[in-house]
């Protein structure tokens, strides 16, 4: 009744062609970027834009990269936290030793860094395939974090190794006050650092996001992302339709690497404050993995939806314990049932759908259309 | 400074704790071998039966009195139910109690039994009563009665055990260990049939979320001394320091590794996994029981992860850590191999060398240390670039 697409007609290709034909889909996706751009920054507390909403879109956005390579190319990584790791200590380096750059510069300089080293971690992938790869990539994973742990430069020499984001701003320090492009400081507000507003760094991280995932649901409906999807149905298939392996899952590696590291970069400069290799750990691929499986292996809106489920499940968690078992269970036999909670739920999910939110979304609309008369 | 005496120590040092981590990876070997799983929980299960083993060490007095009752129930009950079983057959009417049931009691009470039997007294009494039984009941499969005889008799003997606790708390382990492999079997696995092997690798690390929460809820999360009687002391052969536990531990690595590869190459029960691995439609077309030969591998996962959790765990403590042994057990599997067996042991000799000598001969004077963490998997990477499915596994074929 509500989700027809009765009456909707194309006139040109590039109407048939764009990325919600559906009038309905157009209009729900608008409404929730301007509630997403809008209603936070007015309302929402300290508390949930900062450890909830930025994490979200920075696990989103990791989920995302990680689902250009595994769900699209079908190239399984476990590097992830490394990726990540090498995108937040390459863009803490440019933004602390060339304070001109504007931070989002920055972000994305750090992430072209994580899509090199991704290429170069890519390199064993055109011989070795499934958990093959998947367990070479921990090289990168186990390789990248102790480089960051050992060598002093990374850090700037600190001596705990923790690497805090310094205070930068949108466009850098040339267009400060009485720098070289001085009449844009109105507008050259504080980003990261301590003293940023939490508003700006929302703001800041989910632009980048959306324009990110903008970009990445026009590759993967691009020539690039029909090769991707080929290889990783048959590779050798592929391979004789003519498209070039090597190219291709280098190609995936270092667009995922890319989106990898630009999410390590906002984690240390929106959202934690500092980089600190322990938070680029294994335990953090996993965590992306399962986001991508659980948002749904090959779609760009369930790395999301997988993202929040991650994210909120210890959250909601969280707030149950602290609410039920307030002072009658000890913090670390709740620690405990939280994992065992967590890793049930993932089985749980895995069991009921284990094509993932995606498929479940997907399924919603197919409902919806019929509504309130299925057939 | 080159020294060739102090090379040679650090290299049989190396190879030595590279065959405990072979025992970690052949949990690993054994899944993906016989059900293509690539199980992520192996080190949490590595965990959870040292755990297990060393608590039930401590506890001591009453319990034991309560496990020799209940292993005269479960004795009982499994010959019981081999009996119902076999007139229900004769009666040719539908049998009502899954003979599964029947085995993985008897199963139970099989490994509790001869070791109450024997009160732990005299350890190789009680390997052979065990040698013994488990002969017994193998030809009395197609009667049993004759084996429901048995069960009844061990188990009476049983309920007047002895005193000391080792034996009898490596046997209830096993016991836990075998029953929680068929619950994951059967709660994870089956539901999963057929399903994409990532979708069944992110399951097992769910698997490994609940294994190591329950690990360290139900038992605790303190470091744990574990004595299994032989001392970590140094002695010289030649001129040259080596550890008398890693030797032991060695040959019992070995010992597994050649009964495991007896078992797969030789076994009926070992041919079924191996047909199960190949194509589960065949295997199950051909009348082989894809249910079972799943318990049973991750029952021997199960017992593979308890050894290496008591070697481990009296080497190092038990303690949260050995669940961080798969990631040492990961290079050894893609370098000797994800399928074979005898690959895992090489595969953890040629990992425990270099990474030992990388250590002390590089990382130390020049990346100030902890390269153990990655030069293992640096290694298997450019390995991998030459040979992709390792240094014994089967050769990969890909068709169009």
Not at chain 1, 3 to 14: D, H, I, L, N, V
């Amino acid at each position: 009744m509500l989700y027809r697409e009765a009456g909707q007609f194309k006139t040109s290709y590039a109407a048939d062609q764009a990325i919600f034909p559906i009038a309905q889909d157009r209009w729900v996706f608008w409404g929730f970027l301007i509630v997403a751009f809008v209603v936070p920054p007015l309302t929402g507390s300290q508390y949930v834009m900062g450890p909830i909403l930025i994490q979200l879109l920075v696990f989103g956005l990791a989920a995302l990269g990680l689902n250009l390579l595994t769900g699209y190319a079908g190239q399984i990584s476990l590097g992830t936290g490394g990726f990540m790791a090498v995108g937040a200590y390459a863009c803490y380096n440019f933004a602390l030793r060339v304070p001109e750059l504007p931070l989002v510069v920055d972000v994305m300089l750090g992430g072209v860094c994580a899509a090199l080293v991704g290429i170069v971690f890519g390199l064993p992938s055109l011989r070795i395939k499934g958990f093959y790869l998947a367990v070479a990539t921990l090289a990168a994973q186990f390789f990248l974090t102790w480089i960051f742990d050992h060598v002093g430069w990374f850090t700037n020499y600190d001596p705990a190794g923790v690497a805090s984001a310094p205070s930068r701003t949108l466009l850098g320090s040339w267009a400060e006050e009485g720098g070289p492009l001085g009449f844009l400081a109105p507008i050259n507000i504080l980003v990261s650092g301590p003293r940023a507003a939490p508003e700006t760094k929302y703001l800041v991280t989910l632009a980048i996001v959306v324009v990110l995932a903008l970009f990445a649901k026009n590759i993967v409906r691009s020539s690039t992302g029909r090769a991707w999807m080929a290889i990783r149905d048959m590779d050798i298939a592929a391979e004789i339709i003519g498209i070039r392996p090597l190219r291709t899952k280098l190609l995936a590696f270092a667009v995922s690497s890319f989106y990898c590291g630009v999410a390590g970069a906002l984690y240390v400069f929106t959202y934690v404050g500092n980089a600190d290799t322990e938070a680029f750990d294994l335990i953090r691929s996993f965590q992306i993995l399962f986001m991508v499986i659980i948002g749904g292996l090959g779609s760009i809106l369930g790395s999301f939806l997988g993202a929040s489920f991650i994210v909120l499940l210890p959250v909601g968690l969280n707030i149950v314990a602290s609410t039920l078992g307030e002072g009658t269970l000890a913090s670390n036999t709740l620690a405990n049932l939280e994992l065992i909670i967590f890793g049930s739920a993932i089985i749980f999910f895995l069991i009921v759908e284990p094509n993932g939110f995606a498929r479940l979304w997907q399924i919603g609309k197919e409902k919806l259309r019929l509504w309130p008369f299925p057939h | 400074m080159w020294d060739p005496v102090f090379f040679l120590e650090v290299l049989i040092g190396g190879l030595l704790s590279g065959v405990m981590y072979s025992l970690v990876a052949l949990g690993f070997v054994l899944i993906f071998k016989a059900s293509g799983v690539f199980n992520f929980a192996q080190g949490a299960m590595v965990l959870f039966a040292a755990l297990t083993f060393v608590l039930l060490l401590e506890v001591s007095g009453d319990f034991w009195d309560w496990t020799a009752w209940l292993s005269l129930v479960f004795a009982v009950l499994a010959g019981g139910l081999f009996l119902l079983n076999h007139y229900s057959t004769l009666l040719q009417r539908t049998v009502v109690t899954s003979s599964r049931v029947a085995i993985a009691l008897a199963a139970i009470a099989i490994v509790l039994l001869p070791i109450l039997f024997d009160g732990g007294q005299n350890m190789w009494r009680g390997v052979f009563i065990t040698l013994l039984i488990f002969m017994v009941l193998t030809v009395s499969v197609r009667q049993p009665r004759a084996a429901a005889a048995v069960l009844l008799g061990v188990a009476l003997a049983a309920f007047f055990a002895g005193e000391i606790n080792f034996w009898r708390s490596l046997a209830l382990t096993l016991v836990i260990m075998i029953i929680l492999a068929m619950a994951i079997e059967s709660v994870v696995l089956r539901p999963l049939v057929n399903q994409e092997p990532i979708i069944l690798f992110m399951a097992t690390i769910g698997l490994n979320f609940v294994i190591e929460g329950m690990a360290q809820g139900v038992w605790d999360a303190d470091v744990h001394a574990l004595d299994i009687g032989i001392e970590d002391i140094p002695f010289e052969i030649g001129g040259l320091f080596i550890s008398q536990f890693d030797i032991f531990a060695a040959v019992t690595a070995s010992i597994l590794v050649a009964g495991l590869a007896i078992f797969f190459s030789r076994t009926r029960v070992g041919r079924a996994l191996r047909a199960v691995a190949d194509d589960h439609q065949a295997a199950m077309s051909v009348g082989i029981p894809l249910k079972n030969i799943w318990a049973i591998v991750w029952a021997a996962a199960g017992i593979v992860a308890l050894f290496a959790g008591m070697l481990w765990g009296s080497k190092v403590g038990v303690q949260f850590s050995l669940a961080l042994l798969a990631f040492k057990a990961l290079p050894v599997l893609i370098l000797g191999g994800f399928t074979s067996v005898p690959g895992a042991i090489i595969g953890g000799l040629i990992v425990g060398a270099t990474e030992k000598v990388f250590e002390v001969f590089v990382g130390i004077p020049y990346f100030g240390g902890g390269t153990e963490s990655w030069s293992p998997y640096m290694l298997a990477m450019v390995f991998l670039l030459f040979r992709p499915q390792g240094l014994f596994g089967e050769k990969i074929i890909e068709r169009v």
